[in-house]
């Protein structure tokens, strides 16, 4: 059995889930209509605050939370921005990486390169991870890449099933129709720009207390912005996002495995790979799509009720 | 409209100038308070620090020298975000395109150390637009025959730049005697841009003006920025008018992306006199709040890139002290979205109209 | 009905907005079981006074009574729990997403989940028992226009509305559809719903109303009873003058063939057949008007002819010159002129100035063009020109032009188009959104533009519009033209029969 691959796999499911937790976040923003480029930097603040608490607590159970609470307040700021005072999404969002960016280095100053007191690890499932070939790659990993999986199906169900769901699809397509129906669009892009923003947190989080235990500035390495590509891959869709993540981890682990799969590039050519799939990935969703990218129609679209 | 008791808040039809001024004035201040109470909070002194960035910015001719110097490359990759700005194209490649900029300008000035130095200098400035323009060429193609999303094909650019000198300057053009530190070989003299006297002002900044100038009158006087600017305002118009839209997305990016890789051979020949992993912090980025902050017109770019190079000459000074260095990226995410959230709120009129008007009478009925 | 407690009454509605006060103290009285008419002009406040009584506006003065007591919606959600539901004119329904969820948008059900199959039976009982035909799996942008009102009418009564609201419902309808519509709309009626219809159309009033208000500039200018007023009464209230319900135009000589299009066929942006199969020819100094409901053709005929548009079949000459392909380019070089629906959409850009909106067809030749530069002083001297010779009033030539009133935007628009003495005009619905003083100018240019041997391409779904200045009349109706008719033989009857897709 080809076990370096069955390992590459499984190393590419542990790196991708990051990628899974920030787009599934900007799924359910873009789906309302909301896009949010801050991730990059909210990731960060996810990624420090996460490792601060646990520091100072001990506890990982108290970093996620935190993660979760520092990207659902950056979140609300960019709701704020874009929603209420109606500014343009791409600028609020490239501010608040910038500001995320600095704020993370900023507050983690004093934590770079402190060695963690403890970190996620990996937590085989009994039974399912015997499973040949699927078991070590999906079910021998830690506590919150079982958690992306659930995500994945609870934000899928909570979409295309409920009412709420049903809602927020409404505004992101057509805002002036859903306010019509007393859907209210206000109410549904702050949620869903919060909800995206914590799980953009929580991402980060996931560097710093799972994937790479520890903090340093500009750990996320871009990874904010691919989720953005990717999420256009997943044509917005939450299981598109668990696929595509799997497919950004494989980058990574190849660069990883290199030498043990067979590969013998450059370091660097072999770094460029996630950014240049990313690329094709967004271009062959345009050139299957076709015409209408099955983008929300409303995306980007700031709303207002007395329109004249 | 809305009212609030005594107050009746209502929609301006026009922003004032003065008003749009102001408001960026304010939104500085506000962000330079909260930087203080962040600094405040982190037990550092909001005074001293200010103080120390304010010193190494502006308090002698020195100090100048090195705004201006900081403020060359914002200049370029402001406008070159500005200029894709105008009709609508969100140039986020302004970092990469730098990087290519710099990379084929070192290229020309490893390959013809001897030329004359009043040949080589605008070759090489030449080449820095090409590769800059090259790199944004892709982007634009895309963007134009299949409407991907420009910001994310020129943001991944970005990070295979970077990786791309990365892999330059550990490989083929290392520099034996460097012991370690990644770097090219140094440039020769003839490579190099003249500079102001004992200062490391260069003269990259001159270009960066005259470039200004240059995109100030494209888009005001020819029959492009024409295009441009009406694109940018009406697509439904320009189709209407027969403005070919494809081919003004591909042009204004190799536009935009030139810009940017002007920059890039500005640092490498004026500055670091040749080619290393950290020519840029962040300058592409910083391009894009720049281009905001000038509302994406030459003069504005100008002026905020100053302003901006102040805070990051600042920020150096405050290395040497214990205040992070990282409060200057704060300061600047906080003035853009300050700004932005305050040029929206600048649109709205507050005016005091106490108690509710008394009812008229119902007019008589036509017969 | 009447003596009984009005279902609803507007007292004093006061609505204004930057520049323009849409409703200037309204009254209005609904009762249950009533189809009241709200008749008036285009711009009379019909449309922003329901929407006040929707909750999509608050009303700066002025107060609502549901039943006898006052209620203030904060919120479209409030006012359609009170009873209250809208059919507008522009559908408010979401393109990618089936009937029954679009029905079920927005509703409140005890519970968080779905139930998509119930849901879908509740919508199809529904139709039911209105006899609304309509499938509730189908996709919104399956649908045809009569079907789209379905279910717009199907959200409302969904929703336990007593009051229902129709925004001139009849406009994008045949008039067999309209017919059935307003069988429809008796059939709720003696259900005890209580009806509003807003329109402009006299006919429409007689037909179906019980009672009338007549809305003219803002106010509320008079309340009838059926039968109690005329159609000429009613025109009367709303327009304020004496009005010829029946203007022509006058004739004039005709020369060469200057337009002629032959078996052209079209697709439309979803990529449905829009055009099929439409010859005409237009001479010098002849307006040729084509009439039609919106939505069947209209658009792509007007876009094919500029070159905004590729031809699936068939071909567009001008003086003797085919027009290849989709360019504007080339049709404005061949001398077309566009006077486009949505002036401030793609005839005139909003936020530059009237100076450059003014070179937007002549920028690129001489004199305004120099070399790959725009000669300012030239601008300049062709606005000034402009403006001058249209009476067009700017605050400054290089203010931006959205601060300009609508019929001063026609003016510049039709300066610019006519400047260069255009061999074709395509003008659509020109008058649209003008008061008189507007709609007289532009039936002068036009007339100027006929005598100087232009000839005129006249599409409009206002009939009014091309009656009075157009001969002669042809019908769009499914891409095809139905017919054309000689002014002179032109009655609205037969027009309707034409429009609706029946000989006559």
């Known amino acids: 059995m080809n076990s370096v691959w069955v390992t590459t796999f499984a190393i590419a499911m542990a790196a991708g889930t990051t990628l899974v937790f920030a787009a599934v976040g900007e799924v359910v923003a873009e789906r309302a209509g909301v896009l949010n480029l801050g991730l990059e930097g909210m990731m960060l603040v996810g990624a420090v605050t996460g490792f601060m608490a646990l520091d100072r607590t001990g506890s990982l159970e108290l970093g996620v939370l935190a993660a979760l609470a520092a990207g659902a ?101 057509s805002a002036g129709t859903a306010d019509a129906m007393g859907v209210s669009v206000v109410g549904l892009r702050y949620g869903a720009v919060i909800v995206g923003g914590s799980l953009a947190g929580l991402a980060g989080a996931y560097l710093s207390l799972a994937r790479t235990p520890g903090w340093s500035e500009g750990m996320t390495a871009g990874r904010g912005w691919i989720a953005v590509g990717l999420v256009i891959f997943a044509r917005w869709n939450p299981l598109g996002a668990l696929a595509g993540g799997f497919l950004f981890g494989l980058m990574e682990a190849l660069n990883f495995q290199a030498q043990a799969v067979g590969i013998t590039l450059s370091p660097f050519f072999l770094g460029m790979l996630p950014y240049l799939f990313t690329i094709a990935a967004i271009v062959f969703a345009a050139l299957v799509g076709g015409r209408r990218l099955g983008a929300p129609a409303a995306l980007g679209l700031p709303y207002r009720r007395e329109e004249r | 409209m809305r009212r609030l008791g005594p107050l009746v808040v209502e929609q301006r039809r026009v922003a004032s100038r003065w008003t749009s001024a102001l408001v960026r004035v304010a939104a500085i201040a506000l962000a330079l308070g909260l930087g203080a109470l962040i600094l405040e909070a982190g037990g550092y002194s909001a005074r001293d620090s200010y103080r120390t960035m304010w010193d190494a910015a502006f308090a002698n001719r020195d100090a100048l020298a090195e705004t201006l110097v900081a403020a060359t490359p914002l200049i370029f990759t402001g406008l070159a975000v500005a200029v894709a700005a105008r009709m609508l194209l969100w140039n986020i490649g302004a970092e990469g395109q730098l990087f290519l900029g710099a990379a084929a300008a070192s290229w020309l000035a490893f390959s013809f150390p001897d030329a004359p130095r009043g040949l080589l200098l605008p070759a090489m400035v030449v080449a820095g637009a090409v590769g800059g323009a090259a790199w944004a060429a892709g982007p634009g193609v895309l963007r134009a025959s299949l409407g991907v999303s420009e910001i994310v094909t020129t943001l991944m650019l970005n990070f295979v730049a970077i990786l791309f000198v990365d892999y330059l300057v550990h490989g083929p053009w290392r520099d034996p005697e460097s012991s370690g530190f990644p770097l090219s070989k140094p440039f020769t003299t003839s ?177 | 009905m009447s003596g009984t407690t009005p279902l609803v009454q507007l007292r004093g509605i006061v609505k204004r907005f930057p520049g323009l006060v849409a409703n200037d103290g309204v009254d209005l009285e609904l009762h249950a079981g009533e189809v009241h008419a709200l008749l008036g002009e285009n711009g009379a406040g019909k449309t922003t006074l329901m929407n006040v009584l929707t909750g999509l506006y608050r009303p700066d003065e002025g107060e609502i009574l549901l039943d006898g007591r006052p209620v203030a919606f904060r919120a479209p959600r409030q006012a359609i729990e009170a009873g209250i539901g809208m059919v507008h004119q522009h559908f408010r329904l979401v393109d990618s997403l089936t009937v029954a969820e679009n029905v079920l948008l927005g509703s409140r059900s005890p519970r968080v989940w779905v139930g998509r199959r119930a849901g879908i039976r509740q919508v199809a009982e529904l139709a039911e028992r209105y006899r609304l035909q309509v499938h509730p799996e189908a996709r919104i942008w399956q649908l045809s226009v009569g079907e789209q ?89 709303m327009v304020g003058r004496d009005v010829s319900l029946a203007t022509r135009p006058e004739p004039l000589e005709h020369g060469e063939v200057v337009l002629r299009i032959r078996g052209a066929s079209a697709r439309s942006d979803r990529g449905l057949p829009a055009l099929a199969d439409v010859t005409l020819d237009v001479q010098a100094g002849q307006v040729f008007g084509i009439a039609g409901v919106a939505g069947n053709g209209q658009r792509e005929l007007a876009e094919v002819v500029t070159g905004l548009r590729p031809l699936e079949a068939g071909s567009v000459e001008v003086a003797g010159r085919p027009l290849h392909g989709a360019s504007a380019r080339a049709a404005i070089d061949a001398g077309v002129a566009h006077i486009p629906e949505d002036r401030l959409g793609s005839g005139l850009v909003a936020g530059l100035s009237a100076t450059d909106n003014a070179i937007l067809k002549a920028y690129r030749r001489p004199p305004v063009s120099r070399g790959p530069l725009v000669d300012r002083r030239a601008s300049r001297a062709l606005t000034e020109q402009l403006l001058a010779a249209f009476e ?100 609205v009857e037969e027009l309707g029969l034409l429009m609706g897709g029946a000989t006559p």
């Not at chain 1, 899928?156 to 009412?163: D, H, K, P, Q, Y």
């Not at chain 3, 532009?442 to 232009?454: D, I, K, P």
């Open chain 2, 191 to 367: 490579a190099i841009l003249p500079s102001f006297g004992d200062t490391r002002l260069h003269a990259g900044f001159l270009i960066a003006l005259g470039a200004a100038i240059v995109v100030w009158t494209l888009l005001r006087s020819t029959r492009f920025g024409y295009e441009v600017r009406v694109i940018g305002e009406s697509q439904p118009a320009a189709r209407y008018a027969g403005m070919p839209l494809r081919r003004n997305i591909v042009v204004v990016m190799l536009v935009s992306g030139g810009l940017a890789g002007i920059a890039g051979m500005s640092e490498v020949s004026g500055i670091v006199f040749r080619i290393q992993p950290d020519i840029s912090a962040g300058f592409g980025y910083t391009g894009i709040i720049v281009a905001t902050l000038g509302r994406f017109s030459a003069p504005g770019v100008v002026v905020a890139a100053i302003l901006f190079g102040a805070l990051q000459v600042g920020g150096y000074a405050l290395q040497t002290t214990e205040v992070p260095p990282s409060i200057v990226q704060v300061l600047q995410g906080a003035i853009l979205f300050i700004t932005v959230g305050a040029e929206v709120l600048a649109r709205y009129r507050v005016r005091w109209s106490p108690g509710r008007e008394k009812r008229t009478p119902l007019a008589e009925k036509a017969p």
């Open chain 3, 392 to 491: 067009v009033s700017a605050v400054s030539p290089d203010a931006p032009v959205r601060l300009m009133s609508g019929g001063n935007l026609q003016r510049l628009l039709l300066a610019r188009e006519t400047a260069e003495r255009p061999k074709v005009i395509v003008a659509v619905h020109p008058t649209r959104g003008l008061d008189v003083g507007g709609t007289e100018t532009v039936r002068r240019v036009l007339r100027e533009q006929q005598e100087a041997g232009a000839a005129i391409l006249l599409i409009s779904e206002d009939l009014d519009e091309v009656l009075a200045l157009a001969d002669p009349v042809g019908v769009l109706h499914d891409g095809r033209l139905a017919g054309v008719l000689p002014r002179e033989r032109c009655d």
């Open chain 1, 73 to 173: 307040l950056l979140g609300l700021l960019h709701a704020f921005l874009t929603v209420s005072l109606r500014a343009d999404q791409i600028v609020a969002g490239l501010a608040l990486t910038i500001f995320g960016t600095g704020l993370s280095a900023y507050l983690g100053r004093d934590v770079v390169g402190k060695p963690a007191r403890d970190s996620f690890d990996p937590l085989a499932i009994p039974l399912l991870h015997e499973i040949p070939w699927v078991g070590p790659v999906l079910f021998d990993q830690n506590l919150l890449v079982y958690t992306s999986y659930v995500l994945v199906a609870a934000v899928w169900i909570v979409l295309f099933r409920t009412r709420l769901g049903l809602h927020l699809r409404a505004v992101g397509e």
């Open chain 3, 149 to 237: 009102q379905r279910v717009e009418i199907l959200k409302a009564l969904y929703r336990g509305a007593r009051l229902l609201i129709l925004d001139e419902p009849s406009a994008v309808l045949t008039p067999q559809e309209a017919d059935a519509l307003w069988d429809t709309v008796r059939e709720m009626a003696s259900r005890g719903e209580a009806i509003v219809v807003i329109t402009h159309k006299l006919d429409e009033v007689q037909a179906v109303a019980d009672r009338i208000t007549v809305l003219r500039r803002g106010r509320n200018v008079g309340v009838a009873v059926r039968g109690e007023l005329d159609s000429r009464a009613l025109a009367l209230l």
